[in-house]
């Protein structure tokens, strides 16, 4: 299952190389919410892997970015002990403009297309879906 969040980037870190065949990268950003008329700030730190280390390259810190991601949790065992550790994978970054009316808004297919199609305004669709 895939999740989304826009917010601020905030900090981007240096790729690290885990081991010979593995890297991440991470990077955190900031969520604001008003709840009642105060703002509460979340960081939450992503981290990228193998090719995708580079998706934070050409964001720069203080930008407003939507961040594609998926939560994978892992079991880990250490002398005895159990942990479990959850990462937010992120896979796909993009741009928000802020404050760009519309932005998540689904586009409109259907401007001036009926006025312009064979038939005019109404007319039946011939399409077999």
Known sequence: MSFEITGKLIVK??????????????????????????????????????????????????ETVKVYFNIRGTRWEKDGR?????NLDAWRMESVV???????????YNTSQEMSSPGGAGAADDLPF
């Open 13 to 62: 870190y240096n790729t690290m190389q885990r081991s010979e065949t593995f890297k991440t990268r991470e990077f955190v950003i900031e969520k604001s919410d008003d709840i009642n008329g105060r703002v509460i700030n979340n960081y939450i730190k992503f981290q990228a892997v193998q090719d995708r280390t580079a998706i934070v390259d050409r964001f720069n810190e203080g």
């Open 98 to 108: 802020a404050g760009a009316p519309g932005q998540d808004a689904m586009p409109n």
């Open 82 to 86: 159990v942990n479990y550790i959850t």
